[in-house]
Structures are given as structure tokens and as C-alpha cells.
């Protein structure tokens, strides 16, 4: 499993961890062509395995997997569904949506890491796993500040600014944003790449 043992907690709080192996990613998706598509792209760096259906990624989803590439729309186990089964699972891992499903409402309170809308690229997909990777690396609260942060850029490249602004799950999302960067705040500091982890949210220079 790529995290390691932890190697240090600076007086920030910010918790480090140690790379003590190549990350795993577990690539799902019901569309054969698709993920194996995907696991192409990323077995240079990576180790992949790859699961066609929610039951079979249930069974491959263990401590070993770092990061899961999530298909929303499968037969059988949705993978709605087993993002869910994961989270109570318990299993410390980041999860990453990459769907045709364009995102609304709903995500708000769906526990993934990052949200992807197909077609997606190579780079596409690379720059992702590297950004889960970077988050990877700090406790949870900035875990949580990140992935609230990815809602809302998500919804707002979606949603028309009417919408936001009438959209109680937007007013949601925004407070809990707010809420968390109240808390992380004086970590930024103390974590070097943190502007690089926002800008891979916002899409910022």
C-alpha cells in the first residue's frame, strides 16, 4: 500500500506520512473497453487491477487499494453504491467518481474525493491520481476541506449562477466549505504544496 507508517506530525497538527510503496488504483467500470482503457494509461506508474462490476469491486476493495476510479452507472451494484459500501467499510482510501453522469444536487452529500465527467483523457486521469496522491499525504481535515472544495467547483462549473444561488444544496456545500477552511486555515502554512492542491480544485494559475 503506498502510505507508510507515519514519519512525523509537525506542531501544526498537519500529519505527514511516508511513501513506502508504488499506489495502487483500482479502476471500475462495467464498459470492458473503458477501464481497461484506463488501467493502460496509469500501469506505467501505477499498480492497477481492474473490476467490471460493483460486486467483483467490492471483493478487489481492500487496504491494499489506495486510490478507487468509481463508474457511477453499472448493473447490479451502482457504483453509487458501492462508494457507499466502501465508506462504511472504513477503508482509507480516495475515491474518485469518473462517470458520464453530469454532476448535480446530489453529490453533495456523496462521500468521494473528486468527480470526473467522460470523456476523459489520459492526462485527464494522470493529473487526478497525482492530485489524490498529494491530498493523500495530509490528516483529514484537510482530506475533508478538499474534497468539500471539489463539490463546489464541481457544481459550479455545472450550474448556471441562478441555479447556485436558488440551490439550497449549493448553500450546503458553500457553508461547509467555509466551515472547513475556517478550520484548516493555519495549516496552510506548514504544507508546501497547498496552493498546488487548490489550484488542482479550482483550476486556478
Known amino acids: 500500500m503506498w502510505r507508510g507508517d507515519d514519519e512525523r506530525t509537525e506542531a501544526s497538527g498537519v500529519q505527514l506520512k511516508t511513501e513506502a510503496e508504488t499506489p495502487e488504483i483500482l479502476v471500475v ?3 470492458r473497453d473503458v477501464a481497461d482503457l484506463y488501467a493502460m494509461w496509469l500501469d506505467e506508474e501505477y499498480e492497477t487491477s481492474v473490476a467490471y462490476d460493483g460486486a467483483q469491486a467490492l471483493e478487489d476493495a481492500d487496504e491494499s487499494v489506495d486510490i478507487v476510479l468509481l463508474d457511477r452507472q453499472m448493473p447490479g451494484l451502482s457504483g453509487d453504491e458501492v462508494l457507499g459500501r466502501v ?14 453522469v453530469d454532476p448535480d444536487v446530489d453529490i453533495v452529500d456523496m462521500p468521494f474525493d473528486d468527480y470526473l465527467t467522460k ?6 486521469l494522470r493529473e487526478t491520481v497525482e492530485a489524490m496522491m498529494r491530498r493523500d499525504a495530509y490528516d483529514d481535515r484537510l ?8 463539490k463546489q467547483a464541481t457544481l459550479e ?9 436558488e440551490s439550497g444544496a449549493y448553500a450546503k456545500i458553500t457553508a461547509r466549505v467555509e466551515r472547513l477552511a475556517d478550520e484548516v486555515d493555519h ?10 492542491l ?3 480544485l479550482t483550476g486556478s494559475d
Open 143 to 150: 482530506q475533508a476541506y478538499f474534497a468539500a472544495l471539489s
Open 198 to 200: 487548490f489550484s488542482d
Open 87 to 100: 465508506r462504511e467499510r472504513g477503508l482509507d482510501c480516495r475515491v474518485v467518481m469518473v462517470t458520464a
Open 157 to 165: 462549473s455545472e450550474m448556471n449562477p441562478k441555479a447556485r444561488e
Open 119 to 124: 470523456p476523459v483523457t489520459g492526462a485527464d
Open 187 to 196: 495549516l496552510s502554512e506548514n504544507v508546501d504544496d497547498f496552493e498546488s
Open 29 to 31: 467500470d462495467d464498459e
